[in-house]
């Protein structure tokens, strides 16, 4: 069978879906724990678990067995006006797992509508608290929290903020710890310090009655390659 007989479209014909590349990619026939395998036989090594969302491998039996078995129940059902079990479970399962009084959970679709969904949850507490004044929300620099609006604004990347800086509200920025780049005599303990510090000046320079919170990368993600910070700048923050 040729791959043109299992996807009509295939790479013989022009794709009609936005890509960040214009080059085309291999396409995909099937996948298995850590491989995957395109339409002309080749396999490929995930080493990156599909962006860090197939983290348990691909096409585990586990996962396609509860995928169907709640497809054949309901496919969909609108929390306004059904409650499931499966996301009730779900919901119990991580709050056991939560720290100290975390016990409510929000589901999204991705990051981006997660990062959304807490600064307007942050924002909504602070109009509970009566503190209107509370707008702002400090990031760091460089740092990538999403590609929606309100997440691009703490977002510190500048060729993905820059052309769309005019459409949205700036949000303050830090540097993020970027130690391994420091050529100076501080202790690791030290540098860290210096950095998380960063964070109360700017707190005081923006004005404390107006910062609505500080959001961070514990791992550093897409923009600084897995940037970890020396332990005492968690402390610290």
Same mark, same amino acid.
């Given at each position: 069978?040729?791959?043109?007989?299992?996807?009509?479209?295939?790479?013989?014909?022009?794709?009609?879906?936005?890509?960040?590349?214009? $080059?085309?990619?291999?396409?995909?026939? #099937?996948?298995?724990?850590?491989?995957?395998?395109?339409? +002309?036989?080749?396999?490929?090594?995930?080493?990156?678990?599909?962006?860090?969302? $197939?983290?348990?491998?691909?096409? +585990?039996?586990?996962?396609? =067995?509860?995928?169907?078995?709640?497809?054949?129940? !309901? $496919?969909? !059902?609108?929390?306004?006006? /059904?409650?499931?079990?499966?996301?009730?479970?779900?919901?119990?399962?991580?709050?056991?797992?939560?720290?100290? +009084?975390?016990?409510?959970? /929000?589901?999204?679709?991705?990051?981006?509508?997660?990062?959304?969904?807490?600064?307007?949850?942050?924002?909504?507490?602070?109009? =509970?608290?009566?503190?209107?004044? #509370?707008?702002?929300?400090? $990031?760091?620099?460089?740092?990538?929290?999403? !590609?929606?609006?309100?997440?691009?604004?703490?977002?510190?990347?500048?060729?993905?903020?820059?052309?769309?800086?005019?459409?949205?509200?700036?949000?303050?920025?830090?540097?993020?710890?970027?130690?391994?780049?420091?050529?100076?005599?501080?202790? +690791?303990?030290?540098?860290?310090?210096?950095?998380?510090?960063?964070?109360?000046?700017?707190?005081?320079?923006?004005?404390?009655?107006?910062?609505?919170?500080?959001?961070?990368?514990?791992?550093?993600?897409? =923009?600084?390659?897995?940037?970890?910070?020396?332990?005492?700048?968690?402390?610290?923050?």
């Amino acid at each position: 069978m040729t791959h043109n007989d299992k996807n009509p479209v295939g790479h013989n014909r022009e794709s009609r879906l936005f890509y960040q590349s214009r $080059s085309r990619r291999p396409l995909i026939d #099937r996948a298995k724990g850590v491989y995957m395998w395109d339409v +002309d036989g080749k396999r490929h090594i995930d080493a990156s678990s599909g962006a860090m969302v $197939s983290n348990i491998g691909h096409s +585990d039996p586990r996962v396609i =067995a509860a995928m169907n078995a709640q497809l054949e129940k !309901a $496919s969909f !059902a609108y929390r306004l006006h /059904f409650e499931n079990d499966a996301a009730e479970t779900l919901a119990w399962r991580l709050s056991e797992r939560a720290p100290g +009084d975390l016990e409510r959970v /929000f589901f999204v679709s991705g990051g981006s509508e997660a990062v959304e969904s807490c600064i307007k949850l942050a924002r909504q507490y602070a109009l =509970a608290k009566g503190q209107s004044q #509370r707008t702002k929300v400090i $990031s760091r620099f460089p740092s990538y929290h999403g !590609a929606t609006l309100g997440a691009l604004a703490l977002t510190g990347y500048t060729p993905m903020h820059a052309p769309f800086a005019p459409m949205m509200v700036d949000q303050p920025k830090i540097p993020a710890p970027t130690c391994y780049l420091d050529r100076d005599d501080l202790s +690791d303990h030290d540098r860290g310090i210096k950095y998380a510090n960063m964070l109360e000046a700017e707190i005081i320079k923006q004005g404390p009655e107006t910062v609505l919170g500080f959001i961070m990368e514990p791992v550093g993600g897409a =923009a600084t390659g897995a940037l970890v910070a020396p332990d005492s700048y968690y402390g610290r923050i």
